[in-house]
């Protein structure tokens, strides 16, 4: 029952009332009592109790004895308990400390700082200074000076002092050697708090602040050199925070916006536009993207044309804007770059236009080979149907007169008429088709133009119907047409104006530069033929440079190929040409061209004569070769062998190579191969007795996209040859324009 | 007065056979080829006063045909007679000693007169062409 926290009695015959007490019973007891012994917190820590082989007499007696001795047990179990809880706690306290990453410590010093004694330690230290300094300050707290960095020692000396003399707390962090020579930083963090005696007591925790340190100096050190980074880029960056507001604009920013960054950093782009009211478009645009790259929450790029303050004209920009958000989802800032793509979008547009262009000039250099060909087959039949035309004349002249001679004898000439008529068609089908192939002719178009003034006018009834008012050129640039081919264009714009207008009606002929467009650098050359005749019917203007197209009801003077080959020049010298016409008021054709840099001396004199280098070991075959292409307007040289080729002196240079595959002392196509060193210019052609695909299968390599001249070919196909090579601009030399 | 003969070099036949016919009614002997090789041959087997040659034409072309009769007939004058093309073999043709040069379609009046010319003066000189 003393266990359950109540004093219990039983004054006699203890033992029968617990009769499975064997204790009891074996020893004779007969009488018991029993009191709790209390612990600080009422708790029951024991029991103590007086046990008699007699009854109890005096139950007040023994309670008071019991009592008494209770207490003294209480207090004893109270004071053991408590010096192992103490036991206990100080293990976990200096296991703490120790644990404990940094130095901890107490010290006391004297009032002046100058005695300084450490009181305990959690040994952490030999971590921040080593073991060597440590040992030290252990044995003399007052070298804590000396460990200190000469730079802050004056400024950590009083900082102590004051919180010395305040019974004050520091923070502070400071460079401490270590055993090694180099220091580290620590941070001490402590108070001075009481005085035993006249000496002042102080505990601190210090801590290494080493590679924080560095990582902030790297960071600072990232920080700039990124800033630097982005200051230094073309394109313009912009980061903004979360909310939008600018937080750093490069100096691409600053030129783009004709704004100093002070004057964005700290605001965004919606407060941007109500302070730049001259910008508010352009802010307010700003302001849109980036609530739109919030709300997409991903990269998105955009692009558009305009003018910036910082750009005079309108120019393409590319904005690429990044969002980045915290882990939570909650926006913290936005990346936006705008690149100036002008550049870039004029050059593709080139590159979009000469792939259009060459595109065309291959198809077109097909058709001209094809209407070529149609051509001669073409006039070959027309001749036999004119000089059987002629011959039948003939015969009918010399027989006697009937009365059908004269029926007989007009027929004969309607045939001659309608021949000498689709002959003229075939040779504009061929005018057509040179119309339409590359050709390397220049020249100044105002000459060209003055020149052919005086005929044009003489063409006319009245010469003052013609008005030319001509500018040059620019200095130093040209027109991508030969003399003759622009002449031809006039004439037959000129011609057409001429047919359209009556007398009395002027005709104009104007022409003047143009600057370059925008992004791209070559000046422009405008002509402009103006007539007030009959113009064209608005339904037809389509379809008048279409080859074979009439506007005219009478078909029988010419057929429409003069518009459809002055469009093939103008296309062919990169130019446009624009129709404005009215039935009633007149036509006006207005051609612009692009200029090309002048090709030196191309107005001089005409070029001189290519130099071909004949290799052939045949007497009989070089002797051809030299009458075919001299007659052709070459400069021929002749050599049997390679080893004659190799003794030609350097200055020889030749234009061209024709060489024969098998050469007695070696392939033609490694002598070729050995003089591209010797005469990079110089294109070479082969010839040989043996087709191509036999020369391969004999392991001759011919150079890719060269013709080979199989013999016996005839000189005719020679000259094709010769002039196809010349045309062709070399592989790895293309031509400069 | 014996005849004079003329050789038509042609590989075009209604072309061929219209000189022929031509040339024939205006009283010329008229042999034939169809191309550069069968002229030689002709010229190699009987004398001939002027050749009229096409000068694109298969084996033998008009301009190997023009250094044939320049090389070996140096005194048999040449008429080139051609489709127009793009001016590179008519220039040639000229260099190698045509007598004339003439582009289809031919004007016939003119050819007559151009092979009269040469029959009474043989070393008449070159010609502009038509």
């Given at each position: 029952m003393a266990f359950q926290g109540a004093e219990y009695c039983a004054v006699d015959q203890v033992a029968e009332a617990f009769p499975k007490d064997e204790f009891l019973a074996d020893q004779g007891l007969q009488s018991y009592f029993g009191v709790p012994l209390w612990g600080e917190n009422e708790e029951v820590l024991g029991v103590i109790c007086l046990l008699d082989v007699d009854p109890i007499s005096d139950v007040a007696l023994v309670r008071d004895i019991v009592g008494l001795f209770a207490q003294r047990a209480s207090a004893e179990l109270i004071r053991i308990k408590s010096r192992e809880q103490t036991i206990a706690s100080d293990e976990f306290v200096k296991s703490f400390f120790d644990d404990f990453p940094g130095w901890v410590l107490g010290y006391s010093t004297s009032p002046s700082g100058d005695d300084r004694e450490i009181?305990?330690?959690?040994?952490?230290?030999a971590e921040l200074f080593g073991p060597r300094n440590y040992e030290l300050l252990h044995r003399d707290a007052t070298q804590f000076n000396s460990l200190l960095h000469p730079e802050d020692r004056a400024h950590v000396e009083a900082v102590y002092q004051e919180a010395r003399r305040s019974l004050g707390c520091f923070d502070l962090e400071y460079r401490m050697r270590h055993d090694n020579g180099s220091y580290r930083w620590v941070q001490a963090t402590g108070c001075f708090r009481s005085k035993h005696g006249d000496r002042i007591l102080s505990h601190s925790v210090m801590l290494d602040r080493d590679d924080f340190r560095r990582l902030e100096r790297r960071h600072e050190e990232l920080s700039k050199e990124l800033e630097t980074l982005i200051r230094a880029i073309p394109d313009a960056v912009i980061l903004q925070d979360g909310n939008g507001r600018v937080r750093f604009v490069n100096t691409a920013v600053e030129v783009l916006f004709g704004l100093p960054s002070a004057e964005m950093v700290g605001w965004d782009f919606a407060s941007l536009a109500a302070r730049h009211p001259q910008y508010r478009e352009i802010f307010e645009t700003a302001h849109q993207n980036t609530q739109r790259a919030f709300q997409l929450g991903k990269r998105f790029e955009s692009q558009a044309r305009g003018v910036l303050p910082g750009t005079p004209t309108a120019r393409n920009f590319e904005t690429v804007r990044i969002p980045l958000f915290h882990e939570s989802g909650v926006a913290s800032g936005l990346v936006t770059t705008v690149r100036d793509i002008t550049e870039r979008v004029a050059a593709r547009a080139h590159e979009d236009r000469i792939q259009a262009l060459e595109a065309r000039a291959g198809k077109l250099a097909a058709l001209s080979r094809l209407v070529e060909g149609v051509a001669h087959e073409f006039e070959n039949q027309l001749t036999a149907v004119l000089g059987y035309g002629e011959l039948g004349l003939a015969k009918l002249r010399q027989a006697p007169m009937t009365e059908d001679t004269a029926v007989h004898e007009r027929i004969l000439n309607r045939i001659r008429e309608a021949a000498t008529m689709a002959s003229g068609i075939s040779r504009n089908l061929l005018a057509f088709s040179n119309a339409s192939t590359a050709s390397t002719g220049r020249c100044e178009p105002a000459s060209v133009i003055l020149a052919a003034q005086s005929e044009l006018a003489q063409s006319l009834d009245r010469p003052e119907q013609l008005r030319c008012k001509v500018q040059p050129a620019p200095k130093g640039w040209q027109l991508a047409l030969s003399d003759q081919e622009l002449r031809d264009l006039l004439h037959r714009l000129f011609l057409n104006s001429a047919e359209a207008s009556e007398p009395s009606q002027p005709i104009r002929v104007e022409s003047c530069q143009l600057p370059p467009?925008?992004?791209?650098?070559h000046p422009r050359y405008r002509l402009r033929i103006e007539d007030q005749g009959e113009g064209i019917p608005a339904h037809l203007q389509e379809r008048?440079?279409?080859?074979?197209?009439?506007?005219?009801?009478?078909?029988?003077?010419?057929?429409?190929m003069g518009l459809a080959i002055v469009h093939n020049l103008v296309q062919r010298a990169g130019g446009e040409m624009h129709l404005r016409s009215e039935v009633g008021n007149g036509t006006r054709f207005e051609l612009v061209f692009p200029l090309s840099e002048a090709v030196e001396d191309a107005t001089a004199a005409p070029a001189h004569r290519p130099r071909v280098l004949v290799v052939d070991d045949k007497r009989s075959m070089r002797s051809l070769l030299q009458d075919v292409l001299e007659a052709g307007e070459y400069e021929v040289l002749t050599a049997s062998s390679c080893a004659e080729v190799m003794a030609l002196?350097?200055?020889?240079?030749?234009?061209l190579l024709l060489i024969d595959v098998h050469l007695q002392d070696g392939l033609g196509t490694q002598l070729a191969e050995a003089l591209r060193e010797r005469w990079p210019q110089a294109l070479a052609l082969f010839c040989s007795g043996l087709p191509a695909d036999h020369l391969e299968a004999r392991g001759v390599r011919l150079p890719v996209g060269r013709p080979l001249l199989v013999k016996p070919f005839r000189p005719t196909e020679l000259l094709a040859a010769m002039r196809e090579a010349l045309a062709t601009p070399l592989p790895t030399h293309p031509a400069a324009s | 007065m014996s005849r004079f003969t003329i050789l038509v070099a042609e590989d075009e036949s209604l072309v061929r056979e219209m000189l022929d016919d031509t040339l024939q009614s205006d009283g010329y002997e008229v042999l034939t080829a169809e191309d550069g090789q069968q002229a030689q041959r002709i010229l190699e087997r009987q004398p001939v006063d002027v050749v009229i040659t096409d000068l694109i034409m298969p084996e033998r072309d008009g301009l190997e045909l023009l250094i044939m009769v320049r090389d070996h007939y140096p005194r048999i004058p040449v008429i080139v007679i051609t489709a127009p093309?793009?001016?590179?073999?008519l220039p040639a043709a000229k260099r190698l000693g045509a007598a004339y040069c003439f582009e289809k379609p031919l004007v016939l009046s003119t050819l007559l007169a151009a092979v009269q010319a040469l029959l009474e003066d043989p070393i008449a000189p070159s010609s502009e062409r038509q």
């Open positions: 009181e305990f330690s959690n040994g952490r230290a467009l925008e992004g791209e650098s008048i440079y279409d080859p074979l197209f009439s506007t005219r009801e009478d078909h029988s003077r010419r057929r429409g002196e350097p200055e020889v240079q030749p234009d | 093309s793009n001016n590179i073999y």
